[in-house]
């Protein structure tokens, strides 16, 4: 496994950010759509992805889509992929929406990886805990994710509008 940085925020200003989960349709979407919102316009590169390709091209979950809608925030447009190993050089900042997909990022990183990989509840909340995969959950699992995705894309672009104003 190639030697990452993990400092807790990079001494560099993040300017892009890449979220990740295993399909791209639910939870990477949502964080996407969330920090784009908040950001409003910030220049920053953003982006989500999957660390599986079965959805590659695919809009996110309609629930995923009303969930973000509910909050004023439109991800219809997005269309799901799949990590590439460009993204490890690409992107300041990967979170993974699970450990699981922490680990499967840490993994496929190559070793001249430039991105700091992280799990998004803890880089951008405090809490060391995964954000649940509402995939095979009801309407209000979908809200629930929402709202965390909200809260960390919120505590994100602070992050970042703090940087660019610095």
């Given at each position: 496994?190639?030697?990452?940085?993990?400092?807790?925020?990079?001494?560099?200003?993040?300017?892009?950010?890449?979220?990740?989960?295993?399909?791209?349709?639910?939870?990477?979407?949502?964080?996407?759509?969330?920090?784009?919102?908040?950001l409003g316009g910030v220049d920053a590169h953003l982006a989500s992805a999957g660390t599986g390709g079965w959805?590659?091209?695919?809009?996110?979950?309609?629930?995923?889509?009303?969930?973000?809608?509910?909050?004023?925030?439109?991800?219809?447009?997005?269309?799901?992929?799949?990590?590439?190993?460009?993204?490890?050089?690409?992107?300041?900042?990967?979170?993974?929406?699970?450990?699981?997909?922490?680990?499967?990022?840490?993994?496929?990183?190559?070793?001249?990886a430039t991105a700091r990989i992280a799990l998004f509840r803890e880089d951008l909340l405090g809490e060391a805990r995964d954000v649940p995969d509402p995939y095979y959950g009801t309407p209000r699992d979908f809200a629930i994710v929402a709202d965390l995705c909200r809260r960390g894309a919120a505590a994100l672009a602070a992050r970042i509008q703090a940087a660019s104003n610095g």
């Open positions: 496994m190639p030697d990452l940085p993990n400092e807790p925020f990079p001494a560099k200003p993040t300017r892009s950010v890449l979220f990740v989960c295993l399909g791209n349709i639910c939870r990477s979407p949502l964080a996407e759509g969330f920090l784009r919102a908040a959805h590659a091209g695919d809009p996110p979950d309609a629930r995923a889509i009303r969930a973000a809608a509910d909050f004023g925030v439109d991800i219809s447009a997005q269309r799901a992929r799949q990590v590439c190993l460009e993204d490890f050089r690409t992107f300041d900042l990967i979170l993974g929406m699970d450990r699981a997909n922490v680990d499967d990022l840490r993994k496929l990183a190559p070793p001249d």
